[in-house]
């Protein structure tokens, strides 16, 4: 079976970074679009970034231009670079494998088949 394991989520201050890690397991295929998602007590759960199975990247427009995702070619690692964190960032954050397709208009992560057991990531002033 399939598994997602994450790492790298801790306490950093505001401006700060973090790298979250995401490494497959198991029959783990290449058509897999993977991305990123958070949660945050009281709040719905939201797509952070992912990477579609032809290697391009999106990236919610709340993290753009602070977070970078990124997926190794060859271990098919999944990365999420977070800089110049925020308050607002503060979540448990997942990772996720599944395919990603039109979804009211939007292209999106949508349609998960794998999670990972999630990182905590809390941002502090």
């Known amino acids: 079976q399939v598994q997602l394991a994450e790492s790298g989520g801790g306490a950093v201050q505001a401006g700060g970074s973090l790298r979250l890690s995401c490494a497959p397991s198991?029959?783990?295929?290449?058509?897999?679009?993977m991305g990123w998602f958070r949660q945050a007590p009281g709040k719905e759960r939201e797509s952070v970034a992912f990477?579609?199975?032809?290697?391009?990247?999106n990236h919610a427009n709340s993290v753009k231009g602070r977070f970078t995702v990124s997926q190794d070619k060859v271990t098919r690692h999944l990365s999420l670079q977070m800089n110049n964190l925020e308050i607002e960032d503060t979540a448990m954050y997942y990772c996720?494998?599944?395919?990603?397709?039109?979804?009211?208009?939007?292209?999106?992560?949508?349609?998960?088949?794998?999670w990972g057991q999630g990182t905590q990531v809390t941002v502090s002033t």
């Open positions: 198991g029959s783990f295929l290449s058509r897999y679009c």
């Open positions: 996720a494998a599944g395919s990603c397709r039109w979804v009211d208009g939007v292209y999106s992560l949508d349609s998960v088949s794998f």
């Open positions: 990477v579609d199975t032809d290697g391009s990247t």
